[in-house]
């Protein structure tokens, strides 16, 4: 199988601990994301870049325990089936264009970009803006 990006909206919905009840489709979503951590914990080899990292710290460290984020941080960035590209100032810029021709944001735009550079068709997503990308498939299970 070729390698999927895997974009932060997958942690955040493995990882974040609802302050409210959750509707059926919410637990779907949620079962279904850490399906998908887990697939990624047991070896799945999968891309991401330092800039979806950076997103995961920030959402993680305002909902979980620090150390529970640092773990899954460190986890994430020292399995060797997750390749973390680097993101330069070129792929931001071309980014923030993509993301204005599309009407994206700059992260999801900048995913897209580096998933192009690197021949990756598919992402691990829970964010439908990925489906505005043609050459793209977003895969949520």
Known sequence: ??????????????????????????????????????????????????????????????????????????????RETVDVLPAERRDFLEALAVGAETERGTTDALAAVLMREHGVREVYSFDADFDRFQDLRRVSE
Do not use: W
């Not at 932060?8 to 949620?30: C, G």
């Not at 920030?58 to 773990?71: F, I, S, W």
């Open 1 to 78: 199988m070729p390698r999927r990006f895997v974009d932060a909206s997958v942690f955040v919905h493995a990882y974040l601990r609802p302050r409210r009840e959750l509707k059926a489709h919410e637990r779907q979503i949620k079962a279904r994301a850490r399906d998908i951590v887990g697939r990624i914990s047991g070896g799945e080899e999968v891309v991401t870049s330092i800039v979806h990292v950076a997103e995961i710290a920030n959402l993680l460290e305002d909902c979980v325990p620090l150390a529970v984020a640092r773990e899954v941080l460190r986890g994430l960035c020292t």
